[in-house]
């Protein structure tokens, strides 16, 4: 009989809700706030703070790891295969350590970079705990 632990439950559930909230906020950012981002004075404001403008694959990355986020909470919820999960988590987990290689060689790495690897480390632990 399968049985999902509760740690992985939990996790898949924070997982769709931060994913969905993630999608909605990067949505926003290009529809409303995008058209505001081509200005001089926005380019001016990202010059001073020594940091580059997002292009589009930025948001186009943001966009596929939120739904990576959402798409591995739904496997951990469903949790039909053991095997699947593995999965899941494996590529969910892929994706959030390209995000931190992408940040790092983009602005800087500070130990709170690290901290992005604890709802996948959380999640393949609750993986490793199911039957």
């Known amino acids: 009989m399968k049985q999902q632990s509760k740690l992985l439950k939990v996790i ?3 997982l769709i ?3 969905a909230f993630g999608l909605i906020g990067n949505l926003a950012s290009i529809f409303l706030i995008g058209p505001m981002m081509n200005t001089p004075e926005m380019a001016a404001v990202y010059e001073a703070a020594g940091v580059t403008q997002p292009g589009t694959m930025y948001y186009v990355f943001s966009i596929v ?3 990576v986020e959402i798409a591995a909470g739904i496997v951990g919820v469903m949790y039909r295969s053991k ?3 593995l999965i899941a988590g494996a590529v969910w987990t892929v994706v959030v ?3 931190m290689i992408w940040g790092v060689v983009l602005s800087s790495f500070t130990p709170f970079t690290l901290l992005s690897l604890l709802f ?3 999640y393949l632990w ?3 705990q199911s039957n």
């Open 126 to 128: 609750g993986w490793y």
């Open 65 to 67: 790891s939120c739904l």
């Open 120 to 122: 996948p480390i959380l």
């Open 12 to 14: 898949s559930i924070l």
């Open 17 to 19: 809700i931060f994913g």
């Open 97 to 99: 350590i390209i995000g």
């Open 83 to 85: 095997k699947s999960v």
